[in-house]
């Protein structure tokens, strides 16, 4: 079992940053793909960004590439997002999301999910 808390949400203007976090507990973390998902109001939940347990391999959705930055530290049960530039349209909802696969490519189908943190960009 894994639980996931993400913080680090807010308002910003475009053009701005924001660092999301999210501190699981649970003793699967480091052997577990994680991800972030968005979801922006009246629209379905996207997929935003995943990293495989290393740490070594990440993937992006075309929409943040270059912008977003994924990373984990495994000794202290945190996955972050690091997001520059940011634009009106990336307002939403953010979810934290974990895997039991090693794999990044598991996480696309999340097995856990956080309650989620807001991000606003203001234009």
């Known amino acids: 079992q894994v639980s996931l808390a993400e913080s680090g949400g807010g308002l910003v203007q475009a053009g701005g940053s924001l660092r999301l976090s999210c501190a699981a507990s649970?003793?699967?973390?480091?052997?577990?793909?994680m991800g972030w998902f968005r979801q922006a109001p009246g629209k379905e939940r996207e997929f935003v960004a995943g990293?495989?347990?290393?740490?070594?391999?990440?993937y992006y959705a075309d929409s943040v590439k270059g912008r977003f930055t994924i990373s984990r530290d495994n000794a202290k049960n945190t996955v972050y997002l690091q997001m520059n530039s940011l634009q009106p349209e990336d307002t939403g909802i953010y979810y934290c999301?974990?895997?039991?696969?090693?794999?990044?490519?598991?996480?696309?189908?999340?097995?856990?999910w956080g309650r989620g943190t807001q991000v606003t960009v203001s234009s």
């Open positions: 999301a974990a895997a039991r696969s090693r794999q990044v490519a598991g996480v696309v189908s999340p097995d856990y």
């Open positions: 649970g003793r699967t973390f480091g052997s577990s793909s």
């Open positions: 990293i495989n347990w290393s740490g070594v391999t990440t």
